[in-house]
């Protein structure tokens, strides 16, 4: 098992900001989903960040310490979340920053890959070490964490069935869906299948596989792919999924799809913000 969670916290979040459904959220909350990270939008009694119970998992997933990758400005965190950048102490755990910098040459972060490369170079014990990365804005559940935590494949990521995440199909289509062989190993990423070819995608099991960005990654045999990643030809970004594929096109079945079936709460928009807070108040009670 091993103990080290990266979540991903730097993101530029332009989605949020730019959309503009907003009844029922209070003046509070629409302020710091346009301005800050979505993972501080408050909630609950003591108007703490969301951010808290994906934390709260982790810690009883069994996590000990955890790296939030965060932009350039990261006041907004370390007013919650401690003022050092390495170990505070936060409900049992070990928390500490990596700051994703933004090239001189862009206006907003490089990508998911780059995050994470820019967090193995500022702590280069992971770069040897297994860790599990995920996203601030996906609230997983301890099952799914301690499974990342403990599985016994090198590298691996949760294998959600498509029709277990209760979103509108609407949504749910835009999923890259992940191509599996017979022993659940990764073989493709494919962004938007046509549906004339969408029965080609379906696994042993009969289902459609998407990812959530929840990832159990061999530092040793990942950071070369990161660092290395070729930004995507659209968005010019460095991101995950493009260095995993190519990490596994030089590795075959050495990257495991764990099958998985539950829904994610997820905040992609302002409209997901009441989702997400009523999501909490039925499973968070004592919150």
Same mark, same amino acid.
């Given at each position: ?16 900001? #730019?959309?503009? @459904? ?14 800050? @990270?979505? !993972? ?17 998992? !982790?810690? *009883? ?5 955890? &790296? %939030? ?6 006041? !907004?965190?370390?007013?919650? &979340?401690?003022?050092? #950048? ?10 500490? &920053? ?13 990508? =998911?890959?780059?995050?994470? =490369? ?7 014990? $992971?770069?040897?070490? !297994?860790? =599990? ?18 599985? #016994? ?23 890259? %869906?992940?191509?599996?062989? #017979? ?10 299948? @046509? ?20 990832? *159990? %990654? ?25 260095? $995993? $594929? ?42």
């Amino acid at each position: 098992m091993h103990s080290s969670l990266l979540i991903l916290a730097g993101g530029a979040s332009s989605r949020m900001k #730019t959309s503009i @459904s907003v009844e029922g959220l209070s003046s509070e909350e629409i302020e710091r989903a346009n301005t800050q @990270s979505k !993972a501080l939008i408050s909630y609950g009694k003591e108007n703490r960040p969301i951010l808290d119970f994906l934390l709260l998992n !982790a810690k *009883k997933a069994g996590y000990k310490n955890v &790296y %939030l990758i965060v932009g350039e400005q990261k006041d !907004a965190f370390q007013q919650f &979340y401690g003022k050092k #950048t390495v170990n505070n102490e936060f409900d049992g755990m070990l928390l500490s &920053y990596a700051t994703q910098y933004i090239p001189k040459d862009r206006k907003k972060p490089f990508g =998911t890959a780059d995050a994470v =490369t820019q967090a193995l170079e500022q702590y280069p014990h $992971l770069q040897k070490e !297994a860790f =599990t990365v995920c996203n601030c804005d996906n609230l997983y559940s301890v099952k799914a964490l301690h499974e990342m935590a403990t599985t #016994t494949a090198q590298n691996a990521f949760i294998s959600y069935d498509r029709d277990g995440l209760e979103f509108p199909m609407e949504r749910i289509s835009r999923f890259a %869906l992940v191509l599996l062989n #017979t022993e659940n190993y990764v073989m493709d990423i494919i962004e938007k299948p @046509s549906e004339e070819h969408l029965e080609n995608y379906r696994d042993a099991q009969g289902k459609f596989r998407v990812s959530m960005n929840i990832f *159990k %990654l061999d530092g040793a045999q990942l950071f070369p792919y990161l660092k290395n990643c070729p930004p995507h030809p659209i968005r010019n970004e460095k991101e995950l999924p493009t260095a $995993l $594929l190519n990490f596994c096109n030089d590795h075959p079945n050495n990257f495991k799809g764990i099958p998985w079936r539950e829904h994610v709460p997820d905040l992609t928009s302002k409209e997901d913000i009441l989702v997400f807070k009523n999501f909490l108040k039925t499973h968070f009670k004592e919150k």
